[in-house]
């Protein structure tokens, strides 16, 4: 037992000590910072979309166009509030028309803001009514739409954080060409614009001449954005030509929602919180941190098993210690020195989902969800046990192999109990107490998974006593299988044992030696 310590111990030492090892450990952190920056960064580096748009309606655009100055006007005063609160010197910079837009908007309530706002986009479009309040009246609106019309969204958005509209989509006016298709059929071709929609004579009745032209249609944010707007607009022009009332009709289209509800330890019922709906769908993290290290790990000990036996290593091991020692040895290093992996990697993910919420503005606690001694126990012990269930049979089956590429090729059809648990994942988070993934955790190569997987169920006790057990007597099982063909896979060369030696070699109880090809020579 000493021994096979010593070779842990070694073996440990060889994977760990080198540069190899830390620079991909210290890199997976950076890939995971750069998975969740990147997406980001782009969306905010992606240029405005130029389009254009052909209205034989004679008035859908302009109704979009309100209709989108509107949503700038609400964004502007929800984030204006937050600057004053702030007393933040973003909102000191905004032009005095804009502030004083953001105080006569905070100083009324729910229903006379939004009014305010309407009639101020109603007034930017060219409407002379007058309006229920002083501050449109009185033509400050007016000033707010000219700044709207002339500021810079870039400018806008990185000192007040204000995305207006124009941060995305800029309508370009039709060219004065005598075939306005043509015309924008070859700046589409020439790259200037972007896309352009055309509307048909009557949107209302029917879609029919309504189009939208791009040589991009893999980006669909243009057409997606358009087109709920123009769909909201003719939806109400539908409304009132048929005579509903507009609020019976906003009844109408009121959806009809549950609630989501609980029942705590105490029978009670409770509200689901955030960090509630986050606890179900965590077990599906951890069990792909699970599903990689397995992989990960697996292939760093078989391709040190390979290497060695190339090297002509493995018969020096062998005169000084057991081939059952040896084995052993290895699969504990790499087991310890993929716990150190692992460890990061959870390391990263909580910091990750305690941190990001707070950079978005969420204000949940999902850190002590993510550091539960139940969940943080499960992943740890069906780590320690899967790693040895699968390290057992892939150190065993990797030894009969002489060089790496007939070990991938061995490798491979072993991994399918992998894959498979990897594919039957979501299933499992959905139904977790369910027929099916009661049955799976009784599957030993997918016991880890599975249970891992379950924990937030969670599943019965006496589940987790028996497949406890199940999955202990099936490593012991297939150590004890390995280890014979460790035995004899270690010092066979050249010669390569098929499927009927590998046969004799896991059922035979005595010592069994793979038949020796005969040399060109001794014939």
Same mark, same amino acid.
């Given at each position: 037992?000493?021994?096979? *310590?010593?070779?842990?111990?070694?073996?440990?030492?060889?994977?760990?000590?080198?540069?190899? *090892?830390?620079?991909?450990?210290?890199?997976?952190?950076?890939?995971?910072?750069?998975?969740?920056?990147?997406?980001?960064?782009?969306?905010?580096?992606?240029?405005?979309?130029?389009?254009?748009?052909?209205?034989?309606?004679?008035?859908?655009?302009?109704?979009?166009?309100?209709?989108?100055?509107?949503?700038?006007?609400?964004?502007?005063?929800?984030?204006?509030?937050?600057?004053?609160?702030?007393?933040?010197?973003?909102?000191?910079?905004?032009?005095? $028309?804009?502030?004083?837009?953001?105080?006569?908007?905070?100083?009324?309530?729910?229903?006379?803001?939004?009014? +305010?706002?309407?009639?101020?986009?109603?007034?930017?479009?060219?409407?002379?009514?007058?309006?229920?309040?002083?501050?449109?009246?009185?033509?400050?609106?007016?000033?707010?739409?000219?700044? @709207?019309? $002339?500021?810079?969204?870039?400018?806008?958005?990185?000192?007040?954080?204000?995305?207006?509209?124009?941060?995305?989509?800029?309508?370009?006016?039709?060219?004065?060409?005598?075939?306005?298709?043509?015309?924008?059929?070859?700046?589409?071709?020439?790259?200037? +614009?972007?896309?352009?929609?055309?509307?048909?004579?009557?949107?209302?009745?029917?879609?029919?001449?309504?189009?939208?032209?791009?040589?991009? +249609?893999?980006?669909? &944010?243009?057409?997606? @954005?358009?087109?709920?707007?123009?769909?909201?607009?003719?939806?109400?022009?539908?409304?009132?030509?048929?005579?509903?009332?507009?609020?019976?009709?906003?009844?109408?289209?009121?959806?009809?929602?549950?609630?989501?509800?609980?029942? &705590?330890?105490?029978?009670?019922?409770?509200?689901?919180?955030?960090?509630?709906?986050?606890?179900?769908?965590?077990?599906?993290?951890?069990?792909?941190?699970?599903?990689?290290?397995?992989?990960?790990?697996?292939?760093?000990?078989?391709?040190?098993?390979?290497?060695?036996?190339?090297?002509?290593?493995?018969?020096?091991?062998?005169?000084?210690?057991?081939?059952?020692?040896?084995? *052993?040895?290895?699969?504990?290093?790499?087991?310890?020195?993929?716990?150190?992996?692992?460890?990061?990697?959870?390391?990263?993910?909580?910091?990750?989902?305690?941190?990001?919420?707070?950079?978005?503005?969420?204000?949940? &606690?999902?850190?002590?969800?993510?550091? &539960?001694?139940?969940?943080?126990?499960? *992943?740890?012990?069906?780590?320690? +046990?899967?790693?040895?269930?699968?390290?057992?049979?892939?150190?065993?089956?990797? $030894?009969?192999?002489?060089?790496?590429?007939?070990?991938?090729?061995?490798?491979?059809?072993?991994?399918?109990?992998?894959?498979?648990?990897?594919? $039957?994942?979501?299933?499992?988070?959905?139904?977790?107490?369910?027929?099916?993934?009661?049955?799976?955790?009784?599957?030993?190569?997918?016991?880890?998974?599975?249970?891992?997987?379950?924990?937030?169920?969670?599943?019965? @006790?006496?589940?987790?006593?028996?497949?406890?057990?199940?999955?202990?007597?099936?490593?012991?099982?297939?150590?004890?299988?390995?280890?014979?063909?460790?035995?004899?896979?270690?010092?066979?060369?050249?010669?390569?044992?098929?499927?009927?030696?590998?046969?004799?070699?896991?059922?035979?109880?005595?010592?069994?030696?793979?038949?020796?090809?005969?040399?060109?020579t001794d014939r």
């Amino acid at each position: 037992m000493n021994r096979t *310590f010593l070779v842990a111990r070694e073996e440990f030492r060889q994977t760990v000590g080198t540069k190899a *090892f830390w620079i991909g450990l210290a890199a997976f952190p950076v890939i995971f910072a750069l998975a969740i920056a990147v997406p980001l960064l782009l969306k905010q580096a992606k240029e405005a979309r130029p389009f254009a748009v052909i209205d034989h309606s004679g008035f859908l655009l302009d109704a979009v166009e309100q209709r989108v100055y509107s949503e700038d006007l609400q964004q502007i005063a929800e984030r204006g509030r937050e600057l004053r609160r702030e007393d933040a010197a973003g909102y000191s910079d905004l032009p005095s $028309s804009v502030r004083a837009f953001v105080g006569a908007w905070m100083a009324l309530e729910e229903s006379p803001r939004e009014r +305010l706002v309407e009639q101020m986009a109603r007034q930017g479009f060219g409407d002379s009514r007058s309006s229920d309040f002083d501050f449109v009246n009185h033509g400050d609106a007016a000033h707010v739409y000219e700044w @709207w019309l $002339s500021a810079d969204p870039g400018r806008v958005d990185e000192h007040h954080d204000i995305k207006l509209t124009r941060r995305h989509y800029v309508r370009h006016p039709l060219p004065a060409a005598i075939d306005t298709i043509a015309a924008l059929n070859e700046l589409i071709h020439s790259g200037d +614009l972007f896309a352009y929609f055309v509307i048909g004579e009557n949107p209302v009745v029917t879609d029919e001449g309504c189009r939208y032209v791009s040589n991009n +249609l893999t980006d669909r &944010d243009l057409r997606r @954005w358009f087109s709920q707007r123009a769909e909201s607009i003719v939806r109400e022009e539908r409304i009132a030509h048929e005579g509903i009332d507009a609020e019976t009709a906003a009844w109408i289209q009121t959806t009809l929602s549950f609630e989501a509800r609980k029942i &705590d330890d105490r029978g009670d019922v409770e509200e689901v919180e955030d960090r509630d709906k986050f606890r179900q769908f965590l077990p599906l993290v951890f069990t792909y941190l699970l599903w990689i290290a397995v992989f990960t790990s697996s292939q760093m000990l078989i391709t040190s098993t390979i290497e060695e036996k190339s090297a002509r290593i493995m018969e020096i091991l062998i005169s000084s210690v057991a081939p059952e020692e040896l084995m *052993f040895g290895k699969i504990l290093g790499v087991a310890g020195a993929g716990l150190i992996v692992v460890a990061s990697w959870a390391s990263v993910f909580t910091a990750a989902i305690v941190i990001v919420p707070r950079l978005i503005g969420v204000d949940v &606690d999902l850190g002590g969800v993510a550091t &539960d001694p139940m969940f943080l126990a499960t *992943f740890i012990i069906y780590f320690l +046990l899967g790693f040895l269930l699968y390290a057992s049979m892939l150190v065993g089956l990797g $030894s009969l192999c002489g060089t790496l590429k007939e070990a991938q090729n061995v490798m491979w059809p072993a991994m399918i109990p992998l894959f498979t648990a990897m594919f $039957s994942m979501q299933h499992v988070v959905e139904d977790p107490n369910g027929l099916l993934a009661r049955v799976l955790s009784f599957v030993p190569p997918l016991t880890p998974f599975i249970m891992m997987n379950r924990a937030a169920g969670p599943p019965a @006790w006496w589940e987790v006593v028996a497949t406890g057990i199940l999955l202990i007597l099936s490593i012991w099982l297939t150590v004890k299988g390995a280890a014979r063909l460790f035995r004899v896979g270690v010092l066979a060369v050249g010669a390569r044992p098929g499927l009927g030696d590998i046969a004799r070699i896991l059922f035979t109880p005595t010592a069994y030696t793979v038949p020796q090809k005969k040399d060109q020579t001794d014939r």
